[in-house]
């Protein structure tokens, strides 16, 4: 995927370019409609899909105290867009000479990508410029015969509009299956895997510590999960929280991923977890072979959960990847899972 930082780069393109705008926090499924229907829109006329976002969420220069905390990192959302199948990203750098911007400027330089610009399309509350004054209908008024804006209508999860503030309560109260079903897909945390204290492995079951990009993390306790560092698609179990029963266990939250039956070092590689199911809650165990024996029973009931549950999201992987990132023999798995269901 082409990445860009300046509307002067994205004039430079070649061929016809259909932009999706907005932040797309957390790339829900109103996120993914509005992309979805572009790179279509982009594919009709040969040309390339590009989204238009920022490299930090504007209240985080306008007022950092107010600013959310992000469901994906830039990193994590750049992976996801290239999923999608968008062709590049024109990320802006957001700082507070941007935000003086007036909505009239803002729009002479979309103005002055054009051609190859032909079409944008934005969610519905999609603003721009100095205070957010401008609107997709000011920006259709002022592009008409140039530049085609066109408005995604919103989706929605039980009669209400979905948006990245509705999915990050959800996330947060740990309802997961209702993040799921906002977000098309099981809620994930990218991460790269750092050297630990090696305790996990003391106690027979060795732990890839990750280095996590998110902001928003469910409740503190255990949880079955897949782990996904491509090709594989790997069943595992997921400790996050602050280790109460380890006296140094430190002040910030640490997560834990056991990777059930696989051996191989992943130090330096990214994971990307995908939280299935929460087993249990977070407390402190008297010794270390009382959590030895905890760790047990978490891992055979995350073997029990994962077990039905796998088939089914190496097939929502497989479609978000177009296939191509996910091991043949996961998919064989998947395969073999519905036929004996």
Not at 81 to 90: A, I, K, S
Not at 139 to 151: D, E, W
Not at 187 to 212: C, E, K, W
Not at 312 to 318: A, E, K, Q
Request: with cysteine; net charge positive; proline share 5%.
């Amino acid at each position: 995927m082409k990445q860009a930082g300046t509307f002067e780069e994205l004039h430079r393109v070649s061929r016809p370019v259909c932009l999706a705008a907005g932040f797309f926090d957390g790339m829900h499924l109103g996120h993914q409609k509005v992309i979805r229907q572009t790179v279509m829109n982009a594919r009709k006329v040969d040309g390339e899909a590009w989204v238009m976002t920022f490299d930090r969420h504007p209240l985080r220069v306008l007022n950092p105290q107010a600013a959310p905390r992000l469901l994906t990192s830039f990193r994590h959302k750049m992976r996801m867009l290239e999923h999608l199948e968008v062709d590049g990203c024109l990320a802006i750098p957001f700082n507070r000479k941007f935000a003086q911007c007036k909505p009239q400027d803002f729009i002479a330089q979309l103005k002055a990508c054009s051609p190859p610009l032909q079409e944008i399309m934005v969610g519905r509350n999609w603003r721009f410029g100095q205070q957010g004054k401008g609107s997709a209908r000011m920006l259709a008024a002022q592009c008409r015969n140039l530049i085609k804006v066109s408005v995604a209508r919103p989706a929605v999860y039980r009669g209400e509009t979905i948006s990245s503030t509705r999915t990050r309560f959800s996330i947060v109260r740990g309802n997961l299956d209702e993040a799921e079903r906002m977000l098309g897909r099981p809620f994930s945390i990218l991460g790269n895997v750092i050297h630990g204290r090696t305790v996990g492995r003391q106690l027979g079951y060795p732990t890839a510590n990750m280095d996590t990009e998110n902001e928003v993390l469910p409740p503190f306790g255990v949880y079955a999960v897949m782990a996904w560092t491509p090709p594989y698609l790997l069943p595992a179990v997921l400790s996050l929280g602050t280790r109460p029963t380890f006296r140094d266990a430190g002040e910030g939250p640490c997560m834990e991923v056991h990777l059930l039956d696989y051996e191989g070092d992943l130090y330096g590689h990214d994971i990307e977890v995908f939280f299935i199911k929460h087993i249990r809650d977070e407390h402190a165990f008297t010794c270390r072979e009382e959590l030895r024996e905890q760790i047990a029973r978490d891992v055979k009931q995350a073997r029990s959960i994962l077990r039905k549950t796998r088939g089914t999201v190496i097939d929502w992987l497989t479609r978000y990847t177009g296939g191509n990132q996910v091991s043949d023999v996961s998919r064989q798995e998947a395969a073999e899972m519905r036929r004996k269901s």
